[in-house]
């Protein structure tokens, strides 16, 4: 094959006047149009659209586990291997001058606060307290719920949901659409990551599609999320006195439910519209700062011991039994009540739901990655958009969690953390741990802490949803749109929370996501397919001395 420099421009329509100066009105228009039909929907058909999507669901959830599974067992292996090969680990995400915008805190700060943030101070503790009383293993026999010997099964179902492969789905789109589009000059926006697959076709009706698809994944991905905000958020506010926002079953009300979303879009929407070298790196800044706090109370005043148990058995658990867990599905075999059948329930309302909810986040968070690391190396990029996070999620889970678990199974907690909301857990054991006065005051930090990340999280959506619009500009774009896409996200979160009902909202939000993540699935298995294409046509080129990116050469090279 006769190799030639790469494509290097791929001319995507934007309006030149009116409204929608800068942007792709097809992207723009029609992703408007299918969020706010969703939005609509659900709040004045509720029982309707709840019937249908859960059909929706249950069809996708019984027949893609495989998919989803194997999918993402791809994009861990991808991933890892760019960044060991020695020939694509030493790319640079730009060309060889381009040098890191941020610093490595700021850097790891914006990753962290946007990507898993709020996922956090949920999960943190309410996850590994789950899969300490119910997990495959359990279900299996091979251990007791409840009980010291089923500790170590905890925490490595949790750091499977948690660890290398969630942070895989954000690495292959983050840095699929980083190489394209800073080696070779194309638009920051996710149909330039297929250039190598598609060429130019993407200029027109496909990449629209594409870039469409990644909007409303988006939306629905950042719902899911800010959807188990508000619930721990309304928690929080309950916890240090504000009444009349949570229903009797102790989960957000209509009230609670527009209190907290005004409350985070009115904040996110300002952020947004500072862009990402101000609001949202101060924000990122002081969540880390403020996480730092947090999980320092907990290594000192937690059971550290415990949670240093928690630490080294669950990463070593996690590490020697991924390349089976990575891989395994769980099929029924027809009987009710049987081992296999609720062993394939179990996966279909955890790991299958997770993978989906990552691939829903990937285009955000890959996209906001990209944004962030021009001029990284792939070995730094997968180092600190994989391996660094997933270490941090499991220290979080060991100290958090394991404090949960240790007061609960050998200290005097009884049912009071335990028996709380998902949201509840954590506010429940500082106030255990610290009697009601200062209990209080840390569940003041905890609330301000969730606000930023929630703010952290929304803004980062906004400005990433407009920058696909605008067919990959960066720059913070007109008013109205960060306005329309602050109240439509908040709408999305707000519509189904309430449709759902008490106690159901969540779920709402949840069957909408897998429903919305499975177009993007295909397209990011197509983004891996394109990396590798690419990286190994650009090595072939080097070894040529062919042009590669955008930096010049010395000779004239004919360009396709």
Not at 503 to 514: P, R, W
Not at 529 to 547: F, M, N, Y
Request: with cysteine; charged share 10%; aromatic share 12%.
């Amino acid at each position: 094959m006769s190799l030639k420099p790469p494509l290097m421009d791929l001319p995507i329509q934007t309006s030149v006047d009116g409204f929608y100066t800068g942007f792709n009105k097809s992207v723009a228009i029609y992703s408007k149009i299918i969020v706010s039909i969703l939005v609509i929907w659900a709040v004045v058909f509720p029982d309707q659209a709840s019937r249908i999507l859960n059909v929706i669901n249950s069809f996708i959830l019984a027949n893609t586990a495989y998919w989803y599974i194997y999918i993402v067992a791809l994009f861990l292996i991808v991933c890892a291997a760019l960044a060991l090969i020695p020939a694509s680990g030493r790319l640079k995400l730009g060309v060889e001058s381009d040098e890191p915008e941020f610093g490595d805190f700021s850097w790891f700060a914006m990753m962290f606060g946007a990507a898993i943030g709020v996922g956090m101070l949920t999960w943190a503790v309410a996850e590994p307290v789950y899969h300490f009383q119910n997990n495959p293993d359990v279900i299996a026999g091979l251990a007791e719920g409840g009980t010291a010997e089923n500790i170590r099964n905890a925490y490595k179902w949790s750091n499977l949901h948690w660890g290398f492969g969630a942070w895989a789905c954000y690495g292959i789109t983050g840095m699929a659409m980083a190489y394209f589009s800073y080696r070779r000059g194309l638009p920051l926006t996710v149909r330039s990551s297929l250039t190598p697959i598609f060429g130019k076709a993407l200029s027109g009706t496909l990449g629209n599609v594409i870039d469409i698809v990644a909007v409303v994944a988006t939306i629905l991905g950042v719902a899911q999320a800010l959807g188990f905000g508000v619930e721990q958020f309304v928690a929080g506010m309950t916890r240090i006195g504000i009444d009349g926002l949570t229903s009797e079953e102790g989960t957000a009300n209509t009230l609670g439910v527009l209190v907290a979303i005004v409350i985070i879009m009115t904040a996110s929407t300002m952020s947004a519209l500072s862009g990402v070298g101000k609001g949202i790196k101060m924000l990122s800044n002081i969540n880390m700062c403020l996480s730092i706090f947090l999980l320092g109370f907990f290594l000192i005043f937690g059971s550290t011991f415990f949670g240093l148990n928690a630490l080294f058995y669950g990463i070593i658990d996690y590490v020697m039994s991924l390349p089976k867990l990575m891989f395994q599905v769980f099929r029924a075999d027809g009987v009710a009540d049987s081992i296999a059948t609720k062993q394939e329930g179990w996966q279909g309302a955890w790991s299958v739901f997770y993978w989906a909810w990552w691939v829903a986040f990937a285009p955000f968070v890959g996209m906001f990655l990209a944004r962030i690391s021009k001029g990284r190396t792939i070995r730094e990029f997968v180092l600190g958009a994989m391996v660094t996070p997933a270490i941090m999620c499991f220290v979080w889970f060991s100290f958090a969690g394991g404090t949960a678990i240790d007061l609960t199974l050998n200290g005097d907690a009884g049912d009071a953390i335990f028996s709380s909301s998902d949201g509840d857990k954590i506010f429940a054991m500082v106030v255990h741990m610290l009697g009601e006065y200062w209990g209080w005051v840390m569940s003041v930090l905890i609330v301000v802490l969730l606000l930023t990340y929630l703010v952290t999280t929304a803004d980062s959506a906004v400005l990433i949803v407009n920058t696909i619009n605008a067919a990959g500009d960066e720059g913070p774009k007109a008013r109205p749109h960060i306005y329309f896409w602050g109240i439509a996200l908040g709408a999305v979160v707000a519509g189904l929370l309430i449709a759902g009902g008490p106690g159901g909202g969540l779920k709402a939000i949840q069957t909408a996501m897998v429903i919305g993540a499975f177009p993007f699935s295909i397209v990011m298995v197509l983004q891996c397919a394109a990396l590798i294409k690419g990286i190994w046509h650009d090595t072939q080129r080097s070894a040529a001395g062919i042009q590669n990116s955008t930096d010049l050469v010395e000779v004239a090279i004919p360009v396709e």
